[in-house]
């Protein structure tokens, strides 16, 4: 059973990058959260979004790693 405060948290933060597209703090919690919820495509479509503004941002590069191990795509795909 889902967390019904995590699907509050969701609906927050859907919200916020609505009117916030680039807060990359909010897009992090975002993928994080969407991992937990085990929907791993859109968590990697989100870190991919924050790589996309900051390269070099740690935390996206290995919450796309871990996505792409629990949806079996290769790492070299990365980028």
């Known amino acids: 059973m889902l967390n019904e405060s995590w699907m509050v948290r969701l609906a927050e933060l859907q919200e916020v990058l609505t009117v ?3 807060d ?3 897009r992090c919690d975002l ?3 969407l991992e937990r919820l085990d ?3 859109e968590a990697q479509f989100n870190w991919k979004a924050v790589l996309d503004s900051d390269p070099n941002n740690l935390k996206a ?3 796309i790693a871990r996505c792409r191990r629990r949806t079996g795509r290769p790492l070299q795909s990365l980028l």
Do not use: I, N, Y
Request: overall charge negative; charged content about 20%; glycine content about 6%.
């Open 20 to 22: 916030f597209p680039t």
């Open 24 to 26: 990359l703090a909010s």
């Open 31 to 33: 993928a994080l959260l």
């Open 39 to 41: 929907q791993h495509e």
């Open 61 to 63: 590069r290995e919450g």
